[in-house]
């Protein structure tokens, strides 16, 4: 197990305006894995302006699920759709929607040759985190939390969907830059917990094993600090 030491970088801002603007500053060319949610649906959209910039600038941005549902792509619940609908196509990247994984090996093979463009480790990894403290498809309580080898793992959601593909800890740990972003007051208590150290949470051992995290919050996930 990791420890939780006090280096994680904190950043406070007021709107999701604010947010997407500084989370963007991490969206550099390269592979960059995204999560899903509401927060990401909202931020995608915001983070189009980037995207297009550096594609206009001839740069390769190269975009993958953090963590999958296991549900067709024309799912609503699809995270990867969402991140389609809201960034990639808008963005002329309609190529990459083949990156949905229909199966865990699917899934593995697609991350193998993502990382295989960037010398074997994400440039970005955004994450979100769950009110029960939960990141990507890692939830409390599960064996994954102390596996430091694999690459990509199936795992049960308590809520539906509840089947999921997901990174695991060794990439988030391994990537260049580690952003997660939390808002909304149903996650201040987490964030407390995070902060304090609390490492029965899984978004406290994603970023202990990092050497630089940031997490980027707003006023209200901020409120209890």
Not at 8 to 18: A, C, G, Q, R, W
Request: hydrophobic share 45%.
């Amino acid at each position: 197990m990791h420890e939780v030491k006090p280096r994680i970088k904190i950043i406070v801002k007021n709107t999701l305006e604010e947010i997407a603007a500084e989370a963007a500053r991490y969206i550099i060319p390269g592979t960059i894995a995204v999560s899903g949610g509401r927060t990401f649906a909202a931020l995608f959209a915001l983070w189009q302006k980037k995207v297009k910039s550096l594609l206009a600038e001839g740069k390769k941005v190269e975009f993958f699920p953090v963590d999958e549902r296991q549900v067709p792509f024309e799912d609503s619940s699809c995270n990867w759709r969402v991140a389609c609908e809201q960034l990639l196509f808008p963005t002329g990247l309609e190529t990459q929607k083949s990156r949905h994984p229909l199966s865990l090996i699917a899934f593995k093979n697609e991350l193998n040759q993502i990382l295989e463009l960037s010398s074997g480790r994400f440039d970005t990894v955004f994450l979100g985190m769950g009110d029960d403290g939960h990141t990507a498809s890692l939830f409390p309580g599960g064996d994954y939390l102390i596996d430091a080898k694999s690459m990509a793992l199936s795992t049960m959601s308590p809520k539906a969907p509840t089947d999921r593909f997901t990174l695991a800890l060794r990439p988030i740990w391994e990537a260049e830059h580690l952003v997660t972003i939390a808002t909304g007051g149903d996650k201040a208590p987490m964030v407390k917990r995070l902060l304090t150290g609390d490492e029965s949470l899984p978004i406290s051992i994603a970023l202990s094993g990092h050497a630089s995290p940031v997490l980027i919050l707003d006023n209200a996930a901020s409120s209890e600090l």
